[in-house]
T-cell receptor, first 113, second 114 residues
């Protein structure tokens, strides 16, 4: 069975500061891992995905995430926060077959001017 | 995610009424997934359908909820005799085939029960 834990339901950073959103997963099979962003009253937009290729994954809007098997982690980072990054971020895991996603409870990112 | 179309965007129902949520997958996609997002929570899987088949409904409540994906037309998530606890955002996602990644999500239907 898969599950996802996102540490920190709310994260605040200053504009220009490093963004770090944490995600730990559990999976009985090699996982597929995803980060999604959700703006208010909108659906989910894919930021990036890990599907067993390179462990450092680069996504859109300057975000990247590193798959660390030993730590069962897939933390999302961005070197310099922008005001437009303020949103809800969800980490998700899939086992690759069956295609069901298991989502974390989300992290709300606030960017302080 | 504009390719997956959900309507209505907002739906208000009184307790005991029926709610029908529609999802048109991206062109060429024959797999549809429904998720529910309760306030302050992540998305929870409800049901996975292919055209005319329910593949996995392990996340569906046992009563009042049903889903279909007919040969023609959108997928429908139906909630009968709605209760306050059904208030949530319901998201649909589609993919072209089983195992294809990633799923593309619609903008959701926000269901409010009075």
């Amino acid at each position: 069975a898969q599950s996802v834990t996102q540490l920190g339901s709310h994260v605040s950073v200053s504009e220009g500061a490093l963004v770090l959103l944490r995600c730990n997963y559990s999976s009985s099979v090699p996982p597929y891992l995803f980060w999604y962003v959700q703006y208010p009253n909108q659906g989910l937009q894919l930021l990036l995905k890990y599907t067993s290729a390179a462990t450092l994954v680069k996504g859109i809007n300057g975000f990247e995430a590193e798959f660390k098997k030993s730590e069962t982690s897939f933390h999302l980072t961005k070197p310099s926060a922008h005001m437009s990054d303020a949103a809800e971020y969800f980490c998700a895991v899939s086992e690759g077959t069956g295609n069901q996603f298991y989502f974390g409870t989300g992290t709300s990112l606030t960017v302080i001017p | 995610n504009a390719g997956v179309m959900q309507n209505p965007r907002h739906l208000v129902r009184r307790r005991g009424q029926e709610a029908r949520l529609r999802c048109s997958p991206m062109k060429g996609h024959s797999h549809v997934y429904w998720y529910r997002q309760l306030p302050e929570e992540g998305l929870k899987f409800m049901v996975y359908l292919q055209k005319e088949n329910i593949i996995d409904e392990s996340g569906m409540p046992k009563e009042r909820f049903s889903a279909e994906f007919p040969k023609e037309g959108p997928s429908i998530l139906r909630i009968q005799q709605v209760v306050r606890g059904d208030s949530a955002a319901y998201f649909c996602a589609s993919s072209p085939e089983q195992g294809a990644q990633p799923q593309h999500f619609g903008d959701g239907t926000r269901l409010s029960i009075l």
